[in-house]
């Protein structure tokens, strides 16, 4: 195991793992921008929630951030996430165990 240590600005680990992501990469993330670059790269993209950002529903949430990001800029009140549930874990473990034994079959073919 590597730990990496990026400076303190907003950006700076979503700009590490851009600049270092590979594509067959597994990124968890609910950072729906830095999805979509993971995904550009090839790589996986997976929130905390055991959801898999793909290109069939990256474009639905991007727009929607933006809708709420106006929202919030205009006044506007929105709701956060959710709070982490027990199923939301199992959800996560069951999606992660999917794509490693997923990957793990393509290399063996």
């Known amino acids: 195991m590597q730990v990496i240590q990026v400076?303190?600005?907003?950006?700076?680990?979503?700009?590490?793992?851009?600049?270092?992501?590979?594509?067959?990469?597994?990124v968890v993330t609910?950072?729906?921008?830095l999805a979509t670059?993971?995904?550009?790269?090839?790589a996986i993209a997976l929130s905390p929630r055991g959801q898999q950002y793909d290109d069939?529903?990256?474009d639905f949430l991007m727009e929607?951030?933006?809708?709420?990001a106006k929202r919030r800029r205009s006044g506007g009140r929105?709701?956060?996430p959710k709070a982490?549930?027990?199923?939301d874990r199992v959800c996560f473990q069951q999606k992660l165990t999917k794509v490693l034994n997923s990957r793990q079959e393509n290399r063996e073919h």
């Open 7 to 26: 400076d303190r600005s907003d950006q700076s680990v979503d700009l590490y793992i851009s600049n270092h992501v590979s594509k067959g990469d597994i």
């Open 84 to 87: 982490m549930t027990s199923e």
């Open 78 to 80: 929105t709701k956060g």
């Open 64 to 68: 929607r951030r933006h809708v709420l």
């Open 56 to 58: 069939d529903n990256i």
């Open 37 to 42: 670059v993971v995904l550009a790269k090839g």
């Open 30 to 33: 609910q950072d729906f921008g």
